[in-house]
């Protein structure tokens, strides 16, 4: 990087059981499926990468909110991610962002291309496979923060 410190991120992952795992990072732990086939009940390693997508735009929402600033009092997102077999890999990630905001579609908009352009785990992915989404938004049912 040029002149800055880059940024680290760590975590520690054990086996806890036959099929489950146990990662840790700061002071919380999760646990996820490491079955050979795929659980019903914790999310395996295709899922929490989806997770930590929607994290990412999640966390940018709340930072472009208060850069731009941009009001809202509440949003979800939906993430799909498919894979192809041979070679194992991620083809697409498709989003829906739900945003309870009275902004003009315009400012919907400027910020929906931050979160596109400043997303650490988003630009990752997009850069090994196709990432597309929308921003819905739907009329806010509390005060906007």
Do not use: W
């Amino acid at each position: 990087m040029s002149g800055s410190t880059a940024l680290r991120y760590e975590v520690e992952a054990r086996v806890v059981a036959a099929g489950v795992s146990e990662g840790r990072c700061k002071r919380s732990a999760i646990r996820f499926d490491t079955s050979s086939g795929q659980g019903d009940e914790l999310p395996g390693p295709a899922e929490l990468l989806a997770l930590a997508f929607a994290a990412c735009v999640l966390k940018n929402l709340e930072r472009f909110s208060e850069l731009l600033p941009f009001s809202y009092s509440g949003a979800r997102i939906r993430v799909t991610a498919e894979r192809q077999e041979a070679p194992p890999r991620f083809t697409r990630i498709a989003y829906e962002l739900r945003i309870e905001t009275r902004e003009p579609p315009e400012r919907v908009e400027r910020l929906h291309r931050n979160l596109m352009k400043f997303g650490t785990v988003y630009n990752t992915l997009a850069a090994s496979c196709e990432v597309t989404g929308v921003v819905i938004v739907e009329e806010p049912s509390v005060p906007a923060r």
